[in-house]
């Protein structure tokens, strides 16, 4: 005869966490912020060939992450923009909002994003702009507000025989 497992009433077997103990740790407060679009609100930014518009969440979760629109400015040029580098953060995603955006990504190769594509880059992988449309536009959020961009010898073309 087979043994037959009694059943507690409402508690299972596995072991019960407490919730105090399994709680991250304390994040510094949020404060509601927001952001209109205004023209005049781009800046020139991290490169000379776009403009950025901060959306304001940085100080709003103080420090934990920004936020921001990216327009392109000048049409590409692969000897200004194809700079390979990588940003030193926990977090980076960005959504094509208008037009497309070619980037090649270490170890994947290039991808073209067209509006309404997105992408999340694992930090510290290494890249470089490929292209872009005129009017590009992109949204980006990374983790966390204040990081490093670490920019790499540009590959060497090779001579012709």
Not at 72 to 83: L, Q, R, S
Request: aromatic share 10%; charged share 30%.
């Amino acid at each position: 005869m087979a043994k037959v497992k009694a059943k507690s009433k409402g508690k299972s077997n596995a072991r019960r966490r407490n919730p105090a103990k399994v709680r991250a740790k304390k994040k510094p407060p949020q404060t509601f912020a927001f952001s209109h679009h205004r023209d005049e609100d781009f800046d020139s930014g991290l490169r000379p060939y776009s403009a950025y518009r901060d959306l304001g969440f940085a100080k709003a979760t103080n420090g934990q992450l920004q936020a921001h629109v990216i327009r392109m400015t000048k049409p590409f040029n692969a000897e200004d923009v194809a700079i390979p580098h990588y940003h030193d953060v926990d977090f980076q995603m960005v959504y094509v909002l208008r037009g497309w955006f070619r980037t090649s990504f270490e170890g994947h190769g290039p991808e073209t994003f067209h509006a309404g594509s997105s992408w999340i880059q694992p930090p510290r992988i290494k890249h470089t702009v490929v292209g872009y449309s005129d009017d590009c536009e992109l949204l980006e959020i990374v983790l966390p507000a204040e990081f490093e961009t670490v920019t790499l010898e540009k590959p060497k073309a090779k001579k012709a025989a």
